[in-house]
């Protein structure tokens, strides 16, 4: 326990049992001792106050404490040992209430620290040891028993593990790890004992940097509670005229004591710690960890956000778009082969390749003789047939670009997608093109900056200019800065400070420069012992952007709350001090008063501890949020096929010209049309019911109609073909309703996952 608490609980212990000794001994009819009792209660307060004043003038800052040490001494000298007793005792319980309330508030984060494990199981041999978790050293492995805290960052080494990542991420699910995936220290271990292989040493790991983090919001001090300290500056020349006047008006010096009793300025002290120590706790726990008030109070003035793109506002990995095929080939069976060969590689677009497979549940086969060639591709037996992947040059080096390829590198070009062709027994039969997509979150995201009254918004990227534009028009961002380099990301940011103070938020090492140095940087995703981390005044300790959104409304509510608590104090105690002015209320009454506005201040300065108030009528079940997302599953596999016929039209023949349309006829009356009514019937009324602004549901209706009025043209070209020639313009308008089908029930399945994630229970 630090000396400075020890005198704290000493001084109220010594107000108390001054005011209880005091009031025995007047109930006894000494008189006498209980005016000593009172003197000696007050005088150890003054003296531990004046030595704070002093320490603080020496360190530049200027309170108003100086009115509760002027009122109590005044107490003494007037006569008035009582009310000096009192303020005493309410001046020191409040710096105690202080600390209770700063206590209850920083629950959430201290629980961090308490959290971290200090031994390990380490397999030594055929042993299980046990070990001091700071001895742990990286590709060790170690046994993580059910119910335990991983100890320190690693990879799964057994089967599978349950992972609950809550602690760390906010994510209240737990996940299934298999193995080979990453655990992140701090996670709680929700199923059975597993392996893990360490990756990282503990003062390296997650948990660790999160540590640190956590220090520093419990350390660091808000600009606003300095502002706070201006505006008692203020009040302090204020109580001093009203006292004067109170003196000039009565000729009673007790009226001023009264004044300075009611003055006495633990609101204004208070108010504003209280608050923002319980912001950073609630930001806590919505995985947004703020380092201090200082960040809060700079969230809450922003008015520009800049992001990095990759991985801040996309997924920073690269995933698959397409499967593009040569004429007459299955997509999925391009996708088997290719997945089934990339399983022999240990490249990053490999590991993509075969997620998207098994995504898609097909059956991979083991290769076999797989040979690589670095950075160009590998090529082994798959089932008996020789299967190559890799670049177009490396797979057929001299021939000429057929109509099929030629389409996938121009579709490749314009999304700025990788491609990765397939070739078997020297026969290209398709390709993969692979690529950075936008995160799910991101336009919800977005939209809530927006809502939060963020009036720009920029995104800085080291991309290339096409792949940054076509992120920003989707998204609708203010300005689009590409081709920066880190030193640029810094001028970028410097720029819009000179006009608004700005956020900065990024996820890489790149980023670290940048995020220093805006007004409020922000650090994307659980990596507390990163260089963006560190850089960061706050770090979204989940893999979500729109806890950015969350974080900048947080902030902004607690200083809300602290401002209201400020200025609500200083109201009533100015009340306070109008009503003991004229005599309405003596200096007893007058502390007492004090003490009731301090805990009302204090208990209002809580309120940033919890969430807001907000509606709480009806909503979506988790059960119909599932389904709807299964629902949306089925219908872009329809969609992927309607892709897929459009395709097949550039080549096809007069005779297979009927069939893929009415392929693409039948797809679209038996899963757009229908999937569409069943919303219109079934899904939108209950939206309706837990909607309250409906105006998105009619835009979404009109979005309805039109899929419908472009199916039915899809219909009439079906229904006529029999009697139609068959040629390259009806050729051509097929493919341009079905591709606007697919482009827009695509766009409009995304804002429906959109919704329903917003009102999901």
Known sequence: MSFDRVLRWALVAIAIAGLTAGALARAAGRPDLADLAWALGTAPVIAGLAVSIVRDLLSGRVGVDAIALLSMSAALA??????????????????VLEEIAVARAEHDLRSLVDRAPRQVHRKSGERIEDAPVEDVAVGEELLVKAGEIVPVDGVVASASATIDESTVTGEPIP??????????SGSLNAGETFQLTVTAVASESTYAGIVRMVTAAQTAKAPFVRMADRYALIFLPLTLVIAFVAWRISGDLTRSLAVLVAATPCPLI???????????????????????GSALESLARAHTVLFDKTGT????????????VAPGEDPDEVLRLGASLEQASHHVLAKAVVAAALDRGLKLEPPEQVKEIMGSGLGGQIGGRHVVAGSREMLLSHAELSPWELR????????????????VDGRLIGALL????LRADTPRAIRLLRDAGIARMVMVTGDRAAAAQAIGAALDLDAVLADRVPADKVEAVRS????????MVGDGINDAPALAMADTGIALGARGASASSEAADVVILTDRLDRVGEAIIIAQRTRRIALQSIFAGMGLSLVAMVAAAFGWLDPVPAAIVQEVIDVAVILNALRALKPPLVWSGPRLTAEQGLTLHHDHQALLRDLDRLRQIVDALDDAVPESVAALIGEADRLVQSSVVMHEREDEDSVYPKLTEVLRDRHGLSAMSRAHREILHLAR?????????????????????????????????????????DIYEAVAA
């Open 434 to 437: 692979l690529a950075d997509e």
């Open 175 to 184: 996940v299934e790890k298999t193995r080979g995936t990453a655990v992140l």
């Open 313 to 324: 506002l996309t997924v920073g990995g690269a995933r698959l778009l397409s499967v593009e």
């Open 713 to 753: 043209l899809l219909a009439r070209i079906a229904e006529d073909l029999p009697s139609e020639k068959i040629d390259r313009y009806l050729v051509r308008d097929a493919q341009r309703v079905i591709e606007a089908i697919e482009t827009l029930v695509r766009m409009h399945t995304a804002q429906e996952e």
């Open 78 to 95: 007037l006569g008035q040992p009582l009310a000096g007793a009192v303020v005493a005792l309410m001046y020191s319980g409040g710096n």
């Open 496 to 503: 819009e400070q000179r006009l608004h103070p700005t956020i």
């Open 270 to 292: 208070l108010a504003a710690p209280v608050a923002f120590i319980a912001g950073v706790a609630q930001a806590a726990r919505r995985g947004i960890l703020a380092k201090g």
């Open 408 to 423: 996938a590198i121009r579709r490749a070009s314009w999304r700025s997608a990788l491609i990765v062709f397939v070739a």
